[in-house]
């Protein structure tokens, strides 16, 4: 069991002055998984996500993310780990393959490769039509697929997702959360995605973690959280409702 | 490597598409043309006093045609073409939410940080370069002054100082916009160091120098105290990147200068002597004369760089 875990933190801790955003935060993701991070506005998922990748630096604990230290080995694990942020920015006057050709480049991926990889990309993502069309003129849903493909281009083990599907509409949303499902199924990438959509991360994660105030209070299946909190019976319940159970509780 | 060459190439393109980039070019070229053909102009009026002069090509560099020389108008308004190019080279990408993703790549971090750097100091070489081929071009074509071998060499020692000088107020701009995370603060903040340090320090050494070692005007005064006044001024003065700069180019493009200081600290001896001997002094010793004020500057351009290095290094990135 012990090589399966892909990411593993032990006491992760990072406070800013006396604000603990993050506070002991023991986790496990498994590779090949989809990982749901819940949690309300300002529990520490975008916090723990940049620690993982080198980018904030602890206050204290333990992280690795592949077997590496992700403050020590930043570079290795940015090679293996695509993170799409919360409110992914394009330069706005490049178009779509010229934005992929730049990713393309600070990857080392060799010229003629990454063209023929950034032709697959636009096919995979839906956009081979807008490829020549300025990043600027985007649409949001747009914008967030292209924020895929730039993380995919590297061929990333592990995808971490920071809301992929804030502010797209119904339809824009359920695509994204297919194209998740299905990169995790056909090419086994590990996902760990943040969301507030209970429902699309029931959908899609095999299990989640609830975190509240810097701390995780639920990780497993939900069906095992289910009965957890409401103990067995026939009744399922859905995402939402133990969510809110252990919400209340805190 | 890759990753700094590749945001080393992405910045040049930036800058060279960018219309800021063609409307500061534009300036610069239109002031260049004006200066060098006044002071081509001015030469032509004075062939006698021409024919004197060792270096009549320097002379198109050094002498004020109409309102300000080839060189004294680096002095005054290089800084801003630093300035222009860095005072939104960082926080713009933060504003974007690019940073982010630019650091999340496999790349070390310093190559973001570095590569906009050299991308900016690039830029500027290449301007400046420009400018000086442009006069050089009206030398030729106006005075027929054709250069010597060690003119050239001084033009080219002038050109690197020049590198040095503008690119500190291109490290200023790029500190500031790490520090500040809007951009209209980071240029308002350099534009106000640049004015400050290039206009009212100068001022300020005044003040002070008279303050402290008061020479009044109307009677006769203490060698002595004339000396601590000026002397007080040049340290005050030397806080000012400008004043740095013209100390540091002073005897590579003039070379009948032959000392950086002002003739007050000269006995009059000395001063008839410096004005009766008219001969040049020879690059090597020029360069002597000059070396503190550039090793200062290069010095200071460096540790700006250090600084804007540190603190993005250690900065966390969270947009
Ligand atoms: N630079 C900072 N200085 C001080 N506190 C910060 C800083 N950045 C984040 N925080 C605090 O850390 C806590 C966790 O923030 P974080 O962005 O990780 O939350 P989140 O779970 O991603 O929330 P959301 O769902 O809104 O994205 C918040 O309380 C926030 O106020
Ligand atoms: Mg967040």
């Known amino acids: 069991m012990e090589a399966d875990k892909i990411i593993e933190t032990i006491n992760l801790t990072k406070t800013y ?11 496990e993701v498994r590779e090949g998984e989809v990982f749901g991070f819940l949690g309300p506005n300002g529990a520490g998922k975008t916090t723990t996500l940049l620690m993982l990748l080198g980018l904030s630096r602890p206050s204290g604990g333990y992280s690795r ?8 080995m930043a570079r290795e694990v940015k090679r293996l780990v ?30 003629t490769e990454a063209s ?40 990333p083990k592990v995808l971490f997702l920071d809301e ?15 194209l998740i499902q299905s990169l995790n199924r056909d090419r086994n990438i590990t996902v760990l995605v943040s969301s507030h959509n209970l429902y699309q991360v029931q959908k899609i994660s095999h299990r989640v973690g609830i975190m509240i105030d810097g701390k995780m209070v639920a990780e497993g299946s939900v069906e095992s959280l289910a009965e957890e909190k409401f103990g067995v019976g026939d009744k399922e319940y859905s995402l939402e409702e133990i969510y809110m159970k252990y919400f209340q509780e805190v | 490597m890759h990753g700094l060459y590749t945001v080393f190439s992405k910045e040049l393109r ?12 534009a300036l610069i070229a239109m002031v260049s043309f004006i200066t060098s053909y006044m002071a081509g102009v001015h030469m032509k009026g004075n062939l006698e006093a021409l024919a004197k002069t060792r270096f009549p090509f320097l002379t198109l560099f050094s002498t004020p ?24 080279s960082i926080n713009r990408e933060r504003a974007d939410g690019t940073l982010i993703k630019l650091v999340s790549q496999p790349i070390y971090r310093d190559a973001v940080i570095n590569g906009k750097f050299l991308a900016g100091v690039a830029t500027i070489s290449i301007i400046l370069v420009s400018i000086v081929l442009v006069i050089s071009g009206f030398g030729l074509a106006l005075v027929g002054a054709v250069p010597e071998i060690e003119e050239i060499w001084r033009l080219f020692i002038f050109l690197l100082i020049s590198i040095f000088y503008i690119s500190f107020w291109l490290g200023v701009a790029i500190l500031f916009s790490i520090s500040f995370k809007s951009i209209a603060t980071s240029a308002l903040a350099s534009v106000a160091l640049w004015i400050f340090l290039s206009f009212f320090v100068s001022l300020g050494a005044d003040v002070v120098a008279n303050t402290v070692a008061p020479v009044d005007k109307s009677r006769e005064a203490e060698p002595a105290t004339i000396m601590k006044n000026v002397r007080i001024k040049e340290m005050a003065s030397l ?38 001997f008219q001969n040049p002094l020879p690059l090597g010793q020029s360069l002597i004369v000059v070396l503190p004020y550039v090793i200062a500057l290069i010095a200071i351009t460096l540790i700006c760089f250090a600084i804007s290095y540190l603190i993005f290094m250690l900065q966390e990135i969270r947009t």
């Open chain 2, 65 to 88: 045609g109409a309102v300000l020389s080839m060189v004294q108008f680096v002095a005054f308004f290089g800084p801003l073409i630093g300035l222009v190019l860095g005072f939104d």
């Open chain 1, 116 to 155: 023929k990889k950034i032709h697959d990309l636009l096919e995979l993502i839906g956009l081979s039509q807008d490829g020549r069309k300025k990043v600027g003129a985007f649409s949001r849903g747009m914008k967030q697929r292209l924020g895929i493909a730039e993380v995919l281009i590297r061929d």
């Open chain 2, 239 to 276: 806080c000012s990147p400008m004043v740095l700069y013209t100390d540091a180019i002073a005897t590579i493009v003039d070379p009948m200068r032959k000392t950086t200081r002002s003739f007050v600290l000269m006995g009059p001896m000395e001063q008839v002597l410096s004005s009766r």
């Open chain 1, 17 to 27: 002055g006396h604000q603990t955003a993050v506070n002991s935060l023991s986790l």
């Open chain 1, 65 to 72: 993310v592949c077997g590496l230290d992700p403050l020590r």
């Open chain 2, 14 to 25: 930036d800058h060279f598409s960018s219309y800021r980039f063609v409307i500061l070019f």
């Open chain 1, 82 to 111: 695509g993170y799409l942020p919360e409110n992914v920015g394009f330069y706005s006057d490049l178009n779509a393959v010229e934005s992929l050709e730049y990713v393309a480049t600070l990857n080392g991926i060799e010229r």
């Open chain 1, 164 to 178: 992929p599907t804030i502010g797209l509409d119904p339809d824009g949303a359920l695509r994204l959360i297919d």
